[in-house]
């Protein structure tokens, strides 16, 4: 017998409650067998799927639990993958971004993620399928994917290379599991007419597929953003969109050479929102020109502002990176980032007025400390701050410190853990917001959530391709560790019927207000999630009829 499967066998038999106790007993047992180093979880999670081939032991969710590397990359219910696509001539002048000629323009090669896509040549059939594979030999199910694509403005690649990239996409996500796949063989700068046709066929079959892509998200700029590039983005199956928005301060984008204003991210949030597309804002703080002050009142201005409002956003503070003009302004003198204290305070700060509809995804961006030159160059930054918070008794409403995953809920009783419905209601330009949620009665923290929009008036799109409706559920998403298609896990929050309670929820608010139909801006991984409930497959949108 192997001693992986000796601390298996052993972490059955008196099954750890922690992290803590499992590393006792694996030391426990190694000790005994008088071997040199711990065994990694990955081949401590094969030697369990051993076990559990051979009949010796039987399934323990809990143990499986302790046994996934990285936890925290399934625990908002989706498995989360990063791809990059290749270098190519940026549109924007921004002095702050680096240029690294193996990258895309903004990105270095020794980001986690960079790194990986450099290696494998930015091919995107690669990406996926080795990141699928990673994720699994970690113990991560992927059948439920959230499909992140990075690289700068995408909207500014060549047509032919962006349906190819995600057709690849999808296409590794249908045929990763197989010997000898049968793979189309389009290339980037293959006719346009083909490549769609192909990846059409490719999102028919990962309705139903083992790794299902249900959320597609596409990395560009507010002036990238109109009636053409939404139908192009909604064909491509895309969902949600990080927009570099970066500042509120119109001087600030001038002097920085951003190359769009603020006025013009508004619109195009507004044209996101009333086509049902999640909305993710990237913001910068520290930047040339901007002091703490400023800053502060940039990012609370993006909550109180109608025109803005996004769902989610990133901060990522400006740091001074060689290769870029903003070095060049620091040796000369012309530029001093304020002080990374100065940048905790308002961030702390902030957090503290952040809406309950509202995700903080990021806090800091994953460049090597090596790069940076000036600014902040604390790596754990959300870390330090969310220390800090407790101690000042200071407490953040966003979604990502609410969601059930992250918060701790060992000691709380089943009469504090029971969902009790909230309903937020907001008002954006050019349309209404309904936040609804199932969180405890104190709303410390979040089971399930649905974002509901009523449009003030639908849009007509120019060519007609693309359909707008009156009302859209832009997002659906139940919290807690991800569980397989088709599966229940008592300890998880998924699959326990929340999702189908406020999609009801949404039906009966559109029918109140006289509307006739619901459409939801579903992953094509979804889709048949929105069938069982009677919605239909329409120009991309899963649509129901509300109204008899």
Known sequence: ?????????????HLPKT?????????????????????????????????????????TPALEKLLTRRAVRSLSGVAIVTSLVKPYPCPGECVYCPLDERMPKSYLSEEPAAMRALTLKFDPYEQMARRIEALENNGHPTDKIEFILKGGTWNSYPLSYQYWFILKTFEACNTCDQ?????TKLTETSPLAELKKALAREQRKNETAKHRIIGLTLETRPDFIN??????????????????????????????????????????????????????????????????KEDLQMMESVFTDPGLKPDMIKIYPCSVVKDSELYDWFVAGKHQAYPTRNLIDIIKTFKTHIPRYARVSRLIRDIPGQYIENGNMVTNLRQVIEMEMKRDSLVCKC?????????????????????????????????????????DKLRRVVFAFCRL??????????????????AYIRELHTYGQLVRIGKKHEASSQHKGLGKKLVALAEKITKKHGLKKLAVISGVGVRDYYRKWGYRLEKTYMVKNTQP
């Not at 047992?29 to 010796?56: C, G, I, Q």
């Not at 010997?179 to 793979?183: A, G």
């Open 1 to 13: 017998m192997t001693l992986t499967e000796k601390i298996i066998l052993a972490a059955v038999k």
């Open 19 to 59: 992290e803590e106790q499992f590393n006792a007993l694996k030391r426990a047992v190694v000790l005994r067998a008088k071997e040199p180093a711990l065994p990694t979880k990955t081949n401590l999670l094969s030697a369990y799927h051993r076990l559990l081939a051979k009949k010796r032991i039987v399934r």
């Open 179 to 183: 010997k000898n796949p049968k793979l």
């Open 227 to 292: 009636y053409h590039t939404i139908w192009q983005m909604r064909e491509q199956g895309c969902t949600r969109l990080e927009v570099g928005v970066q500042h509120t301060d119109d001087k600030i984008m001038a002097l920085t050479k951003r190359g769009h204003t603020i006025e013009q991210a508004r619109e195009a949030t507004e044209l996101l929102r009333n086509y049902g597309f999640k909305v993710d804002f990237h913001l910068m703080p520290q930047l040339p020109g901007a002091t703490p």
């Open 399 to 439: 979604l990502r410190c609410r969601e059930i995953g992250h918060v701790k809920t060992d000691d709380w009783t089943a009469k504090e853990l029971k969902p009790v419905l909230f309903i937020d209601k907001y008002d954006t330009r050019g349309g209404t917001e309904y936040f609804l949620s199932y969180e």
């Open 453 to 470: 929009r009523l449009v003030d008036k639908p849009i007509i799109h120019p060519n007609k391709k693309l359909n707008s409706y009156s």
